[in-house]
Each structure stands twice: as C-alpha cells, then as structure tokens.
C-alpha cells in the first residue's frame, strides 16, 4: 500500500485576528478568529511518504534540510507523532514542502504549510479524517494553520475546553458564497520579521493592559462581522474589518516591550485608501494587517483594477498580488515531490507558472 501523499494548501488572510493563547502546548486561543482562505496564486505543496524503511524523521523545506531537533520545529511537528498513534505506526516520515509564491512576498508561510502538512501526513498514514479534526491537528502545528483545512470565510472557534477538542475551525460560508471579493496585497517589505508572532503574543497577554478590553470586545465583532459577510454588505464588513486590524495593532503597540510590524508605507496605504473611500462616498476597499507592514486590501472585483492602480502609486509599494477566495486543500494525484522510496523529485516555483517539475 502507498503510503504517500501530496497537498497544496494556501494561506488565509483573517479578519478578526488571532493573537494571543490560553494554552502554548496545545495551541488554543483566547478568543475567536474568522478568516478566508486565498486561491492558489499563493499557495504550499507538501509531500509526505511514511516507511518502515526509514531510519528517522526527515524534513526538507523549499529544497534545505531543516533540523527537526530545533525546539521550535520539533512542536511544529509534534501532530506527526499523534498522527502515527492514531494510524497505529510507527513508521518514519519524509517531508517536503515546497512554497508557490516569489520569494520576495513576504509572507511567512506557517499556516498553508501547517495546513498542507497535517492534510498529507494523515492521508499517507491512512486516516480518513473529517474537517474537524484536520484543523484541530493543524492547529497544533500553527494556530492560524487551522483555518486554512477548509476554503471559503472560516472561523476559528476559541472552545473553553482545557484538552482543546472545542477549539476547531468551521467554515461559515464557502468560496463561492462571495466570489467577488478580492485580497489585493501590497508587499512593502519581504524581510523577516523581527518579533515572532509566537513569541510576541505572549508578551502582549502578559503586559498590555487594553488586551482585556480586545478580548471582550471580539465577540459582539464576531457576530456583527458574520452578518456582515452573510449578507455581502461590503462597506459594514469593511469597516469592522479596517478597525480590528488596528484594534490588533494597538495592543501590540501596547505591550512592553512595544511590537511594531506596521511601517511608514503601511500608514500611506491606509491614508490612501481612507481617501479612496472617502472620494467613493463608501467603503469600497479595507486594508488589513499581520504581523507585518505588508497590506491586504479587501474589496471587490469591480474596484480592483483602481485598487491596484491606487497601490501603485504608493511611494514603497514593491509588489502587488492579487488573490481570490480559494477552496481549501487540494489532494494532488501527479506533481510528488518525493518518490515513494523517498527519493526527492526535484521542483521549483516559477512566477507565473506555479510548481514545476526541473
Ligand atoms: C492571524 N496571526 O489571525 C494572526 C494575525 C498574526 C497576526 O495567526 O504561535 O503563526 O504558530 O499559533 O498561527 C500568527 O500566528 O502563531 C497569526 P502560532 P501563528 O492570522
């Protein structure tokens, strides 16, 4: 039997954020979050092969061998053993994966690749699992990574359970509920990040004396920001979407020592798209960021031309991607990027083609 599987998954850029854990070891979150999924113009291919063969764990990251005994990578991966004890093995895996988008995007790429790997693994281990339990699995690999099992507007259930079984991702509306909507991303800066959103989340919990206040506010924007997308009425969903992104930023700021991802082009991108609303009478595009300067502009495929244009003509602006909603996971039957014996078939990412075989 083939003990072998292939995933692309992509990232998922949310509107209600996620920062900050009840729980480190298990990865669940002090409140609710609500993403959507991109299509494939960003996305993570990844390849895991299961065999009694192997000595022991490999990974190798777009073509370089990681070290799994690195602390960080190590919890990452800790869903490999709980995959093998749910399979009942005890094989070793080999794994690579591989990003579909230029390098110089900026984008750390943790969810799609926590997404992509946790969909694989237990497709080559022979599990059969459902939705649920893929996010649930991919949430211990990366928080946000479990919004990114399914496609289409995805919530990340906060749960109260202390073992985690109620914290999960459920999709609120599929890809094509919205298929106007557009994610239209300003790169300013591709550099790494200089806070970890893991490390710094857990500073902002322990210091900032507005992350309360965030914490209470989430639930009332939940509720306003589903109807908001149920009923496709941009400019409510705009707005909440602009000021939860700043919410997110102010108790980053708040917190000691301060964490700033947000740079000088990221505040003349929402100048300029305040003043784009404001000439359009309504909100008709809303930025939104991560732990970075880089924006993501929401709006609509009729306005994103101009958009882009507006973009453009910001002095910083490097790169401008433009995505859809996407619908979640694909399960490859062609494009390996390892042979069943483990053997790499090499590939690359070419713009403008995708994934490649060389
Ligand atoms: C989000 N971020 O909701 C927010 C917005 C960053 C800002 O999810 O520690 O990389 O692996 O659970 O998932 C980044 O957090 O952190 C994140 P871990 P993760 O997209």
Redo the contacts with the bound molecule.
């Keep these: 039997m083939s003990m072998r599987a292939t995933v692309e998954a992509t990232p998922?850029?949310?509107v209600v954020?996620?920062?900050g854990?009840r729980d480190e070891t298990l990865?669940l979150p002090t409140h609710s979050?609500l993403?959507f999924t991109m299509d494939e113009t960003l996305c993570t291919r990844t390849t895991v092969v299961f065999s009694p063969k192997f000595r022991q764990d490999e990974l190798w990251l777009n073509g370089q061998q990681m070290d799994l005994q690195d602390k960080e990578t190590a919890e990452?991966f800790g869903m490999l053993e709980l995959i093998r004890k749910q399979a009942g093995i005890r094989h070793k895996a080999k794994i690579a994966s591989l990003n579909g988008f230029p390098t110089a995007a900026g984008f750390?790429s943790?969810?799609a690749g926590m997404a992509a790997l946790a969909c694989a693994a237990s497709k080559a281990a022979g599990l059969d699992l459902n939705a649920k339990d893929l996010s649930i699995l991919a949430r211990l690999?990366?928080?946000?990574?479990c919004r990114s099992v399914m496609g289409g507007c995805v919530e990340w259930k906060a749960g109260k359970k202390a073992d985690g079984s109620d914290s999960y991702a459920e999709q609120v509306a599929p890809a094509s509920h919205w298929p106007e909507l557009r994610n239209v991303i300003a790169v300013v800066d591709a550099k790494k990040k200089k806070v970890s959103?893991?490390s710094g989340?857990k500073q902002t919990i322990r210091t900032s004396a507005l992350y309360p206040a965030r914490v209470s506010y989430i639930p009332v924007l939940m509720r306003d920001i589903k109807a908001a997308i149920q009923s496709k009425d941009f400019p409510a969903f705009g707005e909440l979407t602009m000021r939860e992104a700043m919410n997110?930023h102010a108790v980053m700021l708040d917190t000691w020592p301060p964490i700033v991802y947000l740079n000088d082009y990221s505040k003349e991108i929402m100048y300029a798209v305040n003043e784009y609303n404001q000439a359009a009478g309504k909100i008709k595009a809303a930025y939104t960021f991560?732990?970075g300067p880089n924006a993501h502009v929401y709006t609509t495929d009729d306005q994103a031309a101009n958009v882009r244009k507006m973009l453009q003509s910001i002095d910083g602006v490097k790169k401008i991607i433009t995505c859809k909603v996407g619908n979640g996971p694909q399960y490859l039957k062609n494009g390996h990027l390892l042979e069943e014996d483990g053997t790499a078939i090499a590939h690359q990412y070419v713009e403008g083609k995708g994934i490649v075989k060389t």
């Design positions: 998922n850029i949310a954020k996620y920062w854990k990865i979050s993403s990452r750390a943790s969810a690999g990366s928080g946000s990574a959103s893991r989340m997110m991560d732990a």
